[in-house]
């Protein structure tokens, strides 16, 4: 089966093009419009570049990459777009094409093999990882590296991110290994199974130890499924579709028993709820899948539809938002975030202005295309107000970016995730009733 020039597999669905009218409604949107000006790295010149292979117009062929791989995939067009044109859902298929007529040669291709084949789909290797790089901050080591300046041995951008590496916690899969259920504090309403993430689990258990605290604390008994996986979105979105396949499989069954999916991470609860693009042309998965992302939920949303106990201690401080952009575009979580941080005593949010223009980060985009993604974190940092200590969001790809953005901009304001800061403030309540 083929369709134009389109001679592989998983071929890209024309009902996703078939209402783009080319009107330019979706180039402000573009962060890499923005800066490059040029149609074929605006949304529409991207659609029609993927259209015109299947018409048999243009080939598959080195000239396609960039255009379609330079692609933040933010889904930003999508929102601004008056006929919600699935602009990412064609980028990703167009990518599977490509990746199969063209593999990735040389470096590009060590760093996919490794991340996306050797680690993220295995949690045991990810903890692994988690355990030396805990050693090498605990041990010294790191401050050897960083004072004699051995971390320049390595590429820029990954110094860069060396620079950045938050403290190594313990990963909740392995602090709860051995509990079924983590009870509710107080009156059970629900019980709710957490995806825990690869890469969150690792850089950022605390983030997770956080929605575990605020979870139980409003009366939701909470599970780990010991089973799950990555959620593959990675995968996709570097044109890995049958990897991606295979992971969303894996988890579709880890949490097949489970009536809610709580997640804190944007990229991967946008790709959960998107399994069913997977499937297409597979009638059972597909319907599973539905079935499954039916079931997911970001946790600022969960919290605010179910209701949650409104904190009364104070944390005094100046914030700002910034919109992740699988969490804003992806799923359509604007307000939720915002409601929750408002609603806890002390905390004073300045608007950020484009607080949903992308940062960057987009996966591990910031390490296959640095340039791209440093002019994309310079707009941003523009946008932040210098007046906040602190800067929230929903999406450890984002928190990794946006610090490297604080250091490398002269700026002082601490990163921290919407769910931690509601944490906090219970904390603090509990101590101060003690």
């Known amino acids: 089966m083929h369709l134009g020039n389109y001679l592989w597999n998983d071929l890209p669905d024309p009902n996703k093009w078939a209402d783009c009218v080319h009107c330019g409604m979706c180039l402000e949107s573009c962060p890499t419009y923005e800066i490059t000006g040029q149609e074929q790295h605006s949304p529409r010149g991207r659609v029609h570049l993927i259209q015109s292979v299947a018409e ?17 995939d933010c889904r930003a067009c999508t929102t601004a777009c008056p006929a919600d044109v699935n602009v990412g859902g064609l980028i990703e298929e167009a990518r599977g094409q490509i990746r199969q007529a063209l593999p990735l040669t040389g470096w590009k291709k060590s760093v996919g093999k490794l991340f996306l084949e050797k680690l993220f789909p295995h949690p045991d290797r990810m903890s692994t990882l988690g355990s030396l790089l805990k050693f090498y901050q605990k041990s010294g080591v790191q401050k050897v590296v960083r004072k004699t300046g051995l971390s320049k041995i390595l590429p820029d951008h990954l110094a860069e991110l060396e620079g950045i590496m938050p403290e190594i916690g313990k990963p909740v899969r392995k602090k709860y290994k051995n509990e079924k259920v983590i009870k509710a504090q107080r009156n059970k309403k629900a019980e709710v199974a957490m995806l825990t993430g690869c890469v969150m689990d690792v850089m950022f258990a605390d983030v997770n130890e956080s929605t575990i605290n605020v979870l139980t604390r409003n009366g939701n008994d909470v599970t780990i499924p010991k089973n799950q996986t990555c959620c593959g979105a990675l995968h996709v979105h570097a044109g890995d579709r049958d990897i991606g396949r295979n992971l969303a499989k894996q988890n579709i069954e880890a949490f097949e028993e489970a009536e809610i999916v709580v997640v804190n991470a944007a990229g991967c609860g946008s790709m959960m709820k998107e399994y069913h693009e997977l499937f297409r042309n597979d009638p059972e998965w597909k319907t599973r899948a539905e079935k499954f992302s039916a079931k997911v939920v970001d946790i600022a949303k969960y919290l605010h539809d179910t209701g949650y ?18 969490l804003a575009h992806g799923q359509g979580v604007w307000q939720e975030p915002r409601d929750l941080l408002l609603d806890i005593p002390g905390v004073n949010i300045v608007h950020m202005p484009n607080a949903d223009r992308c940062c960057g980060s987009a996966g591990i985009y910031n390490i296959t295309n640095p340039g791209m993604a440093e002019a994309v974190l310079q707009s941003k940092m523009q946008n932040v107000p210098a007046e906040v200590e602190m800067i929230s969001m929903g999406n450890p790809g984002c928190m990794l970016q946006m610090a490297l953005g604080v250091k490398k901009y002269g700026r002082n304001q601490k990163i921290v995730h919407t769910v931690q800061l509601l944490d906090w403030a219970y904390q603090k309540e509990s101590r101060e009733m003690e």
Not at 63 to 68: F, K
Not at 309 to 326: G, L, N, V
């Open 56 to 72: 048999g117009r243009l080939e598959v062929n080195d000239e396609l990459i960039d255009p379609v791989f330079d692609c933040l």
């Open 309 to 326: 106990d409104k904190p009364k201690a104070s944390i005094e401080t100046t914030i700002t938002y910034h919109d992740a952009c699988h």
